[in-house]
């Protein structure tokens, strides 16, 4: 019976350990549990329980691909070594980028609505970025149809949502409450606003007020 009273107290401090490690981890590299999740493939629910001691003997499966992205070995993650290194030098080079999921542009509305929902999308995929884009940016794959080919086929384009539009941005925008977006580059001219399309053919069609901007293009990404 002693024994196991040892086993057991030896099972919480390792937990508790873990728990205050990987907070620290976290923290520094400023990383919260769905983007962790999605960098790793350990779900959401049990990256929380590794946090609050709740998930007693975790596996080996779960600790090696969370202990690989901060650059550890697993003894490490337990806090059974020392991690010998300065604050932030474990963070691995690619989490310069950001991650965004990659929308179709009948998605982009509901985005605007509800993140979550898009997000836990079983097949959702993501693009890495390094443009300075908020929480609620977008990639967008190019069709000859959206760009009329401006742009080479399943180009990638990262759109942000939190800044103010400016003179010739390109913009995913919505006209008069229709149901479908376009893809335009918006002009400025002596009070009027003019949204150009990528096809010369088109007319410069102008607008004022019935419009709506979900999306101004930062950076675009041509897979090779």
């Not at 002009?187 to 007319?203: M, V």
Request: proline share 5%; net charge neutral.
């Amino acid at each position: 019976m002693k024994v196991q009273k040892k086993e057991i107290s030896n099972e919480l401090s390792s937990n508790h350990e873990l728990a205050k490690t990987l907070s620290k981890l976290m923290k520094d590299a400023n990383i919260k549990d769905p983007e962790l999740s999605r960098l790793t493939g350990v779900p959401v629910s049990t990256l929380l329980k590794l946090r609050t001691i709740e998930h007693t003997n975790p596996t080996v499966e779960t600790l090696l691909p969370i202990a690989n992205f901060f650059g550890l070995n697993i003894q490490q993650l337990l806090g059974l070594e020392l991690i010998d290194r300065p604050k932030g030098s474990f963070l691995p080079q690619y989490r310069k980028l950001k991650l965004v999921p990659i929308l179709k542009i009948d998605e982009i509305i509901r985005w605007a609505q509800d993140k979550v929902s898009i997000e836990e999308g079983p097949t959702r995929q993501w693009a890495e970025t390094s443009a300075e884009i908020a929480s609620s940016g977008f990639a967008l794959a190019v069709k000859d149809s959206l760009t009329s080919g401006r742009y080479p086929e399943n180009a990638l384009m990262i759109f942000d949502c939190s800044e103010k539009v400016k003179d010739k941005d390109i913009v995913v925008v919505q006209f008069d409450n229709q149901d479908y977006l376009a893809i335009r580059q918006i002009i400025f001219d002596s009070g009027d606003i003019y949204f150009k399309p990528f096809n010369p053919e088109l007319d410069k069609i102008i607008f004022d007020t019935n419009y709506k901007i979900f999306g101004i293009m930062k950076q675009v990404i041509i897979n090779t």
